[in-house]
Structures are given as structure tokens and as C-alpha cells.
């Protein structure tokens, strides 16, 4: 039941980011949504996590996956 929940939860964060930006998801966003999920879950949230991109478009893509879950980031393009 959980597993269909949380699927159900993944599509619809989905479909609202596809909206967003019109770019489908591929699997590097599925995992790493996945990994932040985890991290929030044994982390009671209180860990950060650093995503690093050799590309800025990459940052670009996930942002609005990151922004549809109500994941807080901060972006610093050094």
C-alpha cells in the first residue's frame, strides 16, 4: 500500500514539473530524487545534501522537480 502511495506521489510531482518546464524525467532525476528522499527520511531533515553538475542545464532540469516537491535548495553558479 505504501509503495503504491508513494508512486502515486512521484507521478503527480511528476506531471507538475513536465508542466513546468516541459521536459520530460529521466532516471539520473528519479534517483536523485529518490536519494534526496531517503536522506530526508533517516534524517528526521535535518541533513543537507550537495548536488554538484559539471553542466548548469542539468541544474536547470531539476530545479523544478526540486520546487514541485518542496525541496529547499540554494543554487550558486561560482
Same mark, same amino acid.
Given at each position: 500500500?505504501?509503495?503504491?502511495?508513494? #508512486?502515486?506521489?512521484?507521478?503527480?510531482?511528476?506531471? #507538475?514539473?513536465?508542466?513546468?518546464?516541459?521536459?520530460?524525467?529521466?532516471? #539520473?532525476?528519479? =534517483?536523485?530524487?529518490?536519494?534526496?528522499?531517503?536522506?530526508?527520511? =533517516?534524517?528526521? *531533515?535535518?541533513? #543537507?545534501?550537495?548536488?554538484?553538475?559539471?553542466?548548469?542545464?542539468?541544474?536547470?532540469?531539476? =530545479?523544478?522537480?526540486?520546487?514541485?516537491?518542496?525541496? *529547499?535548495?540554494?543554487?550558486?553558479?561560482?
Amino acid at each position: 500500500m505504501l509503495q503504491a502511495a508513494r #508512486k502515486a506521489a512521484v507521478q503527480a510531482v511528476t506531471q #507538475k514539473a513536465i508542466l513546468n518546464t516541459g521536459i520530460p524525467p529521466s532516471a #539520473k532525476i528519479f =534517483e536523485t530524487l529518490r536519494i534526496l528522499d531517503e536522506v530526508d527520511a =533517516e534524517s528526521d *531533515g535535518q541533513d #543537507k545534501t550537495i548536488i554538484f553538475s559539471q553542466w548548469t542545464s542539468m541544474l536547470d532540469i531539476i =530545479e523544478p522537480y526540486l520546487l514541485a516537491k518542496n525541496i *529547499g535548495f540554494t543554487r550558486c553558479e561560482c
